[in-house]
């Protein structure tokens, strides 16, 4: 598993935030510090796995209970302590995450309330002026990424084959579809949205930019310093940009969406 396996997620975490400050009082499972990426203050933010969890579901990574409201409390606290400041600081989501938390505790405490806090804290720090990229280094699957990262102005991307995303796992889609793993990767060679593969996934206009680095769940100085500069990139970007997440719009693959969203406001 990803989080248990590689520990991608803490690795880059680690590798981006030397010298930054690390916030207290969250769960194991949620890592986060404050540091300066150039000149822009920026807060990094990772979900990690844990294996004493007190939810079984959510130690290999997963985003669940503990993740989505710690989540939402670090993004709220950040829109609060900055907003009467002269710079908001950049939110930077490190997304390794297998999946969210499956289990029948989560499901009675409300985990659909817990990531939905997550979705709707990045969304308002979005709006409310701060830059937020997700920086994919592993899996980026199911609600666990709707969670953490979706919410980005500019999603980056690793270039390995350990780096995906998919609204869920190959085994749990097909038993879903009814198909075997293989049918799945048949019709995932002509159906972009059905494949789990980057090329596929930047097909869709999702993916601002990708990245090669030398070793991907030990990141070298060099790749440290490789992304860091992808990242003042996207931030200088974002700063020439709207608020919102029309950039991914554009691609071939997406004319349908765009089409539906020019009716919609034709006739409304």
């Known amino acids: 598993m990803s989080g248990a396996s590689e520990q ?61 409201w710690g989540l939402a409390k670090a993004v709220d606290d950040a829109i609060q302590a900055d907003a009467e400041g002269p710079q908001k600081r950049a939110l930077i989501a490190i997304v390794d995450v297998p999946s969210q938390a499956y289990g029948r505790r989560e499901e009675a405490y409300g985990i659909h309330q817990a990531l939905a806090a997550a979705v709707d804290s990045y969304a308002r720090a979005r709006l409310a002026g701060h830059a937020v990229i997700g920086l994919l280094v592993g899996k980026a699957m199911s609600g666990a990424f709707l969670a953490h990262g979706y919410q980005a102005q500019r999603l980056i991307a690793l270039r390995d084959p350990g780096v995906m995303v998919h609204a869920m796992g190959k085994s749990a889609a097909a038993r ?46 060099g790749d440290r310093t490789r992304v860091e500069g ?13 608020k919102d997440l029309r950039s991914r719009l554009g691609a071939p693959n997406r004319a349908a969406s765009s089409r539906v969203r020019e009716l919609l406001r034709t006739q409304w």
């Open 8 to 68: 991608r997620g803490r690795s880059w975490f680690q590798a981006l935030t030397r010298g930054a400050t690390p916030l207290e009082g969250l769960p194991a499972s949620l890592l986060v510090a404050d540091g300066m990426l150039g000149e822009q203050p920026v807060r990094y933010l990772a979900v990690v796995a844990d294996g004493d969890n007190p939810f079984p579901r959510a130690r290999d990574g997963e985003v669940g209970l503990l993740e989505g």
């Open 230 to 242: 992808c990242l003042v990139q996207a931030l200088a970007d974002i700063a020439g940009g709207s």
């Open 176 to 221: 879903i579809t009814l198909r075997s793993v293989e049918e799945l990767e048949s019709l995932a060679a002509s159906i972009p949205p059905m494949a789990y593969d980057l090329d596929s996934y930047a097909s869709l206009g999702l993916l601002w930019e990708t990245l090669s680095v030398e070793n991907i769940a030990e990141p070298t100085g």
